[in-house]
């Protein structure tokens, strides 16, 4: 195994479905997640960019620092730290991972 393999392997791996029906268990921990990249966007000289990926279970929000965006259709496993923007009313609004490391798929 390579030194990317085994920081993959050490993290959980919940569903998308797992991460936004409990957002308390994962918030702040470091996951993995796999599927295939629905959407991509960013803002001209923003140094970062945003895109979702879909496992099968729903849907994720994935904060890129710019180091590595994958384009719609790419199959992705991305390990990340779940965040939210902000809590209201002690529920978390905005729950995105904010990418650590990405492979792309063939």
């Keep these: 195994l390579d030194f990317h393999s085994v920081l993959f392997e050490r993290c959980p791996n919940p569903h998308i479905?797992?991460?936004r029906d409990n957002p308390r268990i994962y918030q702040g921990q470091m996951v993995r997640i796999e599927?295939?990249?629905t959407s991509v966007w960013g803002i001209p000289m923003v140094p970062f960019s945003l895109y979702k990926v879909d496992d099968?279970?729903?849907e994720v929000t994935v904060l890129s620092d710019?180091?590595?965006t994958p384009?719609?259709?790419a199959r992705v496993r991305v390990r990340?730290?779940?965040e939210d923007v902000a809590q209201l009313g002690g529920q978390p609004v905005g729950m995105h991972i904010?990418?650590?490391?990405?492979?792309?798929r063939r």
């Excluded at 904010?98 to 792309?104: I, N």
């Design 17 to 19: 479905v797992d991460l």
């Design 80 to 82: 990340g730290r779940v």
């Design 98 to 104: 904010r990418q650590a490391s990405l492979v792309v």
């Design 35 to 37: 599927g295939v990249v």
């Design 71 to 73: 384009r719609r259709g």
């Design 56 to 58: 099968g279970t729903g």
């Design 66 to 68: 710019g180091s590595g």
